[in-house]
């Protein structure tokens, strides 16, 4: 059964850091490209970040460049994403999501149709 796992949201104060990760099963990722997307409650999807099979090129929205960094560890078959600088604005459910895409990345913005494997999600929360 083909797989993607987030994992490591939360509840972090403004100003804070989480690490999300996507995590395969099923699958090899390496052959992939990797984005992460958000949802929050009452909006559209938004694009948040997205990576090359080799981790080569990377993309990242204007609403997080500087502040997010995308990476992978195709050894371990798991995404990355380290959210720096966090705002109450980047709260949100954070999903992966991977397409075959040969050694390119799809540009952010992104709606995700270049995706063809999704995961569950995880809740980020940014709070006081």
């Known amino acids: 059964q083909l797989q993607l796992v987030e994992s490591g949201g939360g509840l972090v104060q403004p100003g804070g850091s989480l690490r999300l990760s996507c995590a395969a099963s099923?699958?090899?990722?390496?052959?992939?490209?990797v984005g992460w997307f958000r949802q929050a409650p009452g909006k559209e999807r938004e694009g948040v970040s997205s990576?090359?099979?080799?981790?080569?090129?990377?993309s990242y929205a204007e609403s997080v460049w500087g502040r997010f960094t995308i990476s992978r560890d195709n050894a371990k078959n798991t995404v990355y994403l380290q959210m720096s600088s966090l705002k109450p604005e980047d709260t949100a459910v954070y999903y992966c999501?991977?397409?075959?895409?040969?050694?390119?990345?799809?540009?952010?913005?992104?709606?995700?149709?270049?995706?063809?494997?999704w995961g569950q999600g995880t809740q980020v929360t940014v709070s006081s």
């Open positions: 999501a991977a397409g075959d895409y040969g050694l390119a990345v799809p540009t952010m913005p992104s709606t995700g149709v270049e995706y063809t494997y």
């Open positions: 099923g699958f090899t990722l390496d052959n992939y490209a």
């Open positions: 990576i090359s099979s080799s981790g080569g090129s990377t």
